[in-house]
Each structure stands twice: as C-alpha cells, then as structure tokens.
C-alpha cells in the first residue's frame, strides 16, 4: 500500500503498539489514547501485555482501531512506539515494511522505518519528564490526521488540576513535532462505549440484579472487586474483601440465603479452594454466579497472562452430582448480556452458574454499542408461577420442574431452611433412602427446564462450511476475523462459538457436523478440553485442534497460518 | 410463631450430650428477649454441635464445615433486622474455621457466636480438638501433645469485643452470659464448655463442675489486660463469666452510608443507576 493511498483513500484499520518498562505511564497514555480514538468515533480494540511486577521489565499495550469493526488483535503492527530498545528488540520484526517506528532519538536505532521525535526532551520542557506518553499521544494524533480536542477533553477528566496544564502542553508539542503521515477514513462508530471485559462483566452484574461481592483478590479478577468497591456507596452494594476465597463463596452464599443477589469473582486458584463452597451451592440450592477469570495454572503458573484451561474443571468441579451452569463470555458486549442473564438463571433454576473469562477479555478494552439494559435485566423468561405447596413452607418442596419456592428469611411467614446434608422437603437433616433419591432427582429435574433455554453456539462463515471450527470464550472474535480471511482465500469454512458451554448445545453443533468433512477445534489451552466436552456430550470427535498455551492469546494471523497448517486448503478443496 | 420449640425428639445427639442443655437454654433465652423464629437465624457449620438450628424452630442455615462465620455475617450484611447467631463446635469454630474466627473479630459485625466446646471430635468418633487438654497425666486418646488453644485469649488478642465462657450444666449461668452476648452490640464469643458422653471421660459435667468457678461478682469486664490474664487462668481452676466487654464500632456502624437501618436487600439498584454508570463509559 503506497503513501498516496495510506493518506487518500485512507486505511481502514491501524495497529498500533507502545511498549517500555512497567511504570513508564504504558496504561495512562494508552487510556488517554483508547478515548481520543473512541470519541473521535472510530471502533477501537485495545490489549494489554503486562508483567506481573510495577516497575521494570517489558510491558505493552496494543491498541487495533479505525473504521471498521474490530473485537480482536492482529500481529503486523502498522505503528510501533518504542520508550525503550527493548521495546524495538522485540516487536521491530511485525512492524510491516511500511510502518512507522516512533521513538526518540536519543535510543540512536538505525531504521528505515524510523521516525525520530525527540519526545523525552519535549516531556522535559513541558514541565516533567513523565509526560512522555501525553507527548506520544500528541504525536500520534497528528500523524493520524486527527484532532487534539478529544485528547484535551480525555485529560481535563482524568488528570488532577496540579498536572493538568503540564499534560495539555506535552499534548500540544507532540502534536507540533509530528506530520501527518496517515489518515482514518471518516468515522463510523460514534456513540459507542469503551470498556474492558472485566467492566463489561461488572455492568452487566449490575444490571442482574447484583447486592452482593466478595472476593479475594487475585489476578486477573481483581479489577471486578475494585470496580465494585468504587460502587459500594453511590449502588448501595455490599462489597466485602474476604480473608480467603473460601470465605469469599460462603459469604456469598449467606447473602445469597438472606436475599441478596451474590457474585463472586476469582481465578483458577481461588475457584480451587471455592469448590467445597460450589457444592453447597449446589445442594443447599443456593442460587451464586461465580466469574472464573482464566489465567495460565496449575497452582500460581502466569498471574497476568491468559489461558482457557478451567473449562473442564468448571464443568466438573466440586464431589458429589448437581446441576450447574457454565458460560464462557465471548467478547465485551457478551460480557455485559452473558452476566446479566447469569443472575436470571441462578436464581430462577436456584444453582450456581459460572462465568468463564479470561485475563485476555478482562483486561482488554473494545467499543461496544451502548447495552440494552432493559433487555439484559429480562432476558430469561420468568419461573412460572406455581402455587406454593400447601401447609407448612417447605423450602426444598418436591415439584414437576424440581424447582421449589425460594423465601427469604425474615421476609416469610414460613422459617427458611438451607442444609448442605441431604435433607427433607422442610430443609432437615435425612437419611432416607428414598427421600435421597427424591431429591437428587428432583435437582437434576431442573436441567430439563434450563436445557429449553440455553443459547446454541453462534455461526460465523459459509452456509454449508467444507471446514467447521468449534471454539469457545474469548477466542471467539479472532475465529471469526480468521474464518473471513480464510473464505476470501476461497476456503469454505464456518466456526460455532459456544457461550454456553455446559450444559453443552448441541442442536446446531449435530447439524454443523453432519455437513463437514473436518472438524477443529481451536483453543487457548494445551489438551483440547473443548474437543474433549464435546466428544464427552456427543461422541463427536474432532479431527485436530489448534492450541496455544504460552499465556498469550491467539492473534488473527496465527488462527489463520495455524489452520493452514493443518491443511485445510490441500485437504479440502473448494 | 412465638415459640422457639425445641424438638429434642428429632436430635441426633447422644444421650445426656451437653447440647440438650445449650438448645434448652437459647430455646428459652430467645423467648425471654421477646425475639421472634421468622426474625432469628441460626446458622450452624457441620458437626453434632451444628445440628442445633435443625432442633429449634427458627431460620437455619446449615452450611460448610468450619464456615459458619462467613455466611452468618454475610446474612446480617444482607438483612441487618435478622437476629444472627452461630451455634456450632470447636473444631468448626477453632480448627476448620480458625482462619474466619480471626478474620470475623476484626470486622466486629453483630452477630453471636455459641461454641460448643467439648474439648473433642464427637461425630468422627474421638480425635483430638484444639482446645483438647494437654496429653500427660494419664491422658491418652484425645489430647493435645502440643499447647491447646486457648479461644478467649485469641479473640481477646484479635479485639473481639465480647468474650465469655460459659458451661453447659449450668443454666442459669448460661442463660445471663447468652442473653448479654446477644445483646451485645458487636460480635460476642461465648465458649461454652461441655461434655462430651460418648468419647470426652475427662471433661464431665462433674469435671466441670469441680473445676469451673464463676468471676468475682465485682470483677470488671472493661479491662483488657485483666481479661487476658484471666483467660490464661486455665487448669485446676476455670473461670466463667463475661470476660471481657467493651463497645466498638461494628461492621455496620462503621458504614453508615449503606447501613442506615433498611435492610440491604430492600434497596435494590434501579436500572436507570445502571444506566446512569454506563454513560461514563461513553
């Protein structure tokens, strides 16, 4: 793509990385960034690589934008803002042939690409050095042809008026120092919002009906307790830090008892030591959604990276046989319906649902288009109304949809009974045979109801795809961008995404099946453990999978070379 | 419903188990403060001890071994109106639970805590407890080789802001401590030492009875140091009484924003605050 055409025409999307060291202001300038482009009305798709460590070391952020939709991430950089050389060390081989490489002269880097600006003195004469990534953003802008106004409004709201002025004058001299060198189609997202997964998640809890969080905190989960926490007082939340992740579930599940909407948020360890908690969710009835935000284990494995490893463990965890919910949030806005709904069927099916993200979707930002809050609030049809079985309330009441009348204590006429031992109809304690039997039936008999409401996989590409991809989660945006590529290649190639993941749909993934002469699953693990799901549910069994296990998220491209790789071109001639 | 009944009929307990008297004795306390069952909850982890909010017509909510603590505050966070209260044994309380009894001091939420305290593992049939005595002396089977734990000078050290012993056999006794312990504005410990029948042939109502002594009558629970000095007084002679009783802000006090006296769970947030927060994303 020539010079005339990245400026005329101008590019549909720009991929852009700034990397240094932890506590060089990566997060701020990238935020300040993400806002400007937002509110200057283009989609924008923005990650984060951190260490986990706060100064030091080598962190990025990585920021996709421009006029066309985007919910993933792509490795060709098309601009590469190196504060450090390590920075150029290791992403100077994806900057294309035609990138543009910002950096400062003072790293003295020798490259075609190279476009000096001494931003560390401008930082300088701006007032402090740390406003080294306002003046980047200045820069920035100004060769993207785009205006400073958004830029100055993003700093006026987050900065404190002492460094305000600073910060705009950094702003402005980025901007003088650089040239227009690209230029945006014109905007075709306005009105949209930018959020992170994890913010995603906590809107859409919100919106379910959330009273009650309790969490430990633990990467990468912990932005949803210090997102609710800052709500505590304006939403009237209860909001606790518990001392354990055990405490944490059963705080949960004795708010839940007492009427409260409960929610706890953790990662594959703290959700280790929850399990104990999960069964009694699952026995007592307690209806709880317990978010799962991934990241690479066993045991402490990569705190601040990604993996989509405990998705047999949610499926399977805790002793004993109950029902549950598993739902993998596929993207932002899915984030927001996916957790609203979760609150529905927790507490219309009374058992615990489980929300399956990841550190790539929590901690990544997208626009989405602003949620239907309304909509996310019904979107489970409500119980039925039954009569309550007559005579004394009996809380675990044997009914035709194994659902029983839910009381809250204090607010019934009726005393309400919660046992985590197999128990009667009236909620104490029991050894009967039968009653046993009764009961475990009656639990399982609430899946019938659920299974009538639970969401088939989504489809992406072709009508009759020679080629089908299963996926799940957060991958779903990059399988989707992939699957387009490879069908403009000629391919014939269609991809279900699965939010709802257990129990498992399977209409739409038995008629996929039947129609493909190969089938891959495509996952952010290292044992296939969605292929293993569904050949567990289904006796399907998938031809290869596509798995990546370093901690880092599959890209688009690598979704793309991954499956040519496999052949699919050779195999399966269209 | 008025009366906390006690359905001793439908226990699980072994005959003569020092939680007959426990139930019998918060049966009736809870009756005299004029409580009411669709109001109390009582909340139990897992154990013999637990079982009691299965016997006593009140809520219950039988939860996790050793995890009583965190779903009892957390109910009272939910609905502040509710009367909570644990009744549940020493393992749960001490060993499974050690972690949350500490952790529940600090918060000081209003709720009371009965630890039935027989010094044993009963339902798993004779191991031995933390607060079981010393081995030695002729003690075999369930003793502590190393030093028991003392409960009322861990919470008095962690800042618990009541805490008393009591024993089961003594219902009169059992009654004054338990009813100020529910008054107690705060979170109130009350170990109760009882027999265990079946696996406990020390620690007998007669043990108790030779070896407890009630705080002098003019003995002032407002002293910290003088409570953890007596807490240490543990062996020929054991005290019982409040220990120690002092007022400080509770969980709920300390947020005054949020617990103003509505029940939490009646202050729901309206989708238009949620809408409201989702335009600053914009």
Known sequence: MGYTQRMEGGVPLINLCIGGAAGEGIETMAGILEKALQRSGYFVFSMRDFMSRIRGGHNFAQIRFGSEPVAAHVDALDILVAYDERTYA??????????????????????????????????????????????CVGALLKLMSLPLANAEAALRETLAPGILEMNLTALHKGYESSAEMRRLPPPTASGRLLMTGAEAMAMGALAGGLRFYSAYPMSPATSLLTFFTAQSEPLRLMVEQAEDEIAAINMALGASYAGARAMVGTSGGGFSLMVEGLGLAGIAELPIVIADVQRPGPATGLPTRTEQSDLLFACFASQGEFPRIVI??????????????????????????????????????????????????HSVAPLPREADPPGVYRRYALTDSGISPLRVPGKSDGLVRADSDEHAEEGTITESAQVRVQMVDKRARKLEGLKAELYEPEYT??????????????????????????????????????????????????????????????????????????????????????????????????????LEAFGIGREVPV | ??????????????????????????????????????????????????????YIDANGYSGLHGRALPAAVAAKMANEALTVIVDTGDGDSYGEGGNHFLHNIRRNVDITHFAHDNQIYGLTKGQTSPTSDPCGQGRGGAC?????????????????????????????????????????NGYALVDILQPCVSFNKVNTFAYYKEHTYALEADYDAAHLETALLRSLEYGPKIPIGIFYQVERPTYHQQRPGLYDGTPMIDKPVSLPEVEALLARFA
């Open chain 1, 328 to 377: 993998a949030v596929r993207d932002h806005a899915d984030a927001f319906y996916q957790t609203a709904r979760a609150f529905q069927l927790a507490w219309k099916y009374q058992m615990p649902v489980l929300l399956l993200s990841d550190e790539y979707l929590a901690d990544s930002a997208a626009t989405i288009a602003p949620p239907d809050v309304e909509k996310a609030a």
């Open chain 1, 461 to 562: 590409g072709v009508t009759r795809p020679r080629v089908l991809l299963v996926g799940f989660g957060s991958t779903s945006a990059a399988i989707t961008e992939a699957v387009s590529i490879l069908n403009s290649h000629g391919l014939s190639v269609g991809a279900l995404l699965f939010g709802d993941v257990y129990p498992l749909p399977r209409k739409r993934l038995e008629a996929f099946w039947q129609q493909a002469d190969a089938v891959y699953s495509v996952e952010q693990n290292a044992t296939a453990q969605l292929a293993k799901l569904i050949r567990m549910e289904t006796g399907l069994g998938c031809t290869d999978s596509l798995l990546k296990y370093s901690g880092r998220q599959l890209s688009v491209d690598e979704i793309v070379s991954g």
């Open chain 2, 1 to 54: 419903m008025t009366d906390f009944a006690f359905h001793s009929d439908q226990s699980a307990w072994c005959p003569g188990c020092g939680n007959f008297d426990i139930a019998v004795t918060l049966a009736a306390v809870l009756g005299e403060l004029r409580l009411t069952p669709e109001r109390v909850l009582l909340v139990g982890g897992i154990g013999q001890a637990a079982k009691l909010n299965q």
């Open chain 2, 144 to 184: 502590n080789l190393g030093k028991p734990f003392n409960p009322l000078l861990v919470a008095l050290a962690a800042g618990a802001t009541f805490v008393a012993r009591t024993i089961s056999g003594n219902r009169e006794h059992m009654a004054g401590v338990m009813k100020a312990a529910i008054l107690h």
């Open chain 1, 90 to 135: 290791e992403h100077q081989s994806r900057l294309k042939a035609d990138g543009l490489l910002l950096c400062d002269p003072g790293l003295g880097l020798s490259d075609a690409r190279l476009l000096p600006i001494p931003i560390r003195s401008l930082a300088k004469e701006s007032g402090n050095a740390r406003t080294v990534g306002v003046v």
